[in-house]
């Protein structure tokens, strides 16, 4: 059985090809981790600001509503940057 990361005897083409494939998935696995924690605060955020649902939004639960998304990327950024230093201190 080959492996995929396995380019020994693949032709130049077909390890650009293969490079290339790898980077699309990246880019879509990102897209999807996106897309996940857009709809998890998105479900946070409702739960937490909006009491009952209507055809606007009042000044509180807007704000709140803000508030939370910003917490939430804040929080997100700050433990994204703390797993970027315990990785970078173990690479070295």
């Not at 492996?3 to 130049?12: E, M, R, T, V, Y």
């Not at 009491?51 to 990327?73: A, N, W």
Request: aromatic share 8%; hydrophobic share 35%; glycine share 2%.
């Amino acid at each position: 059985m080959s492996d995929f990361n396995d380019f020994s005897n693949a032709s130049a083409s077909e390890k650009a090809e293969a490079s290339e494939l790898q980077r699309m998935i990246a880019v879509e696995q990102q897209k999807a981790q996106f897309q996940a924690q857009v709809h998890n605060f998105t479900d946070v955020c409702w739960e937490k600001c909006v009491d009952k649902p209507s055809s606007k939004l009042d000044s509180r639960t807007e704000g709140c509503l803000v508030s939370c998304v910003e917490r939430f990327i804040d929080t997100t950024l700050t433990i994204t940057n703390r797993f970027t230093q315990m990785v970078q201190k173990g690479a070295h």
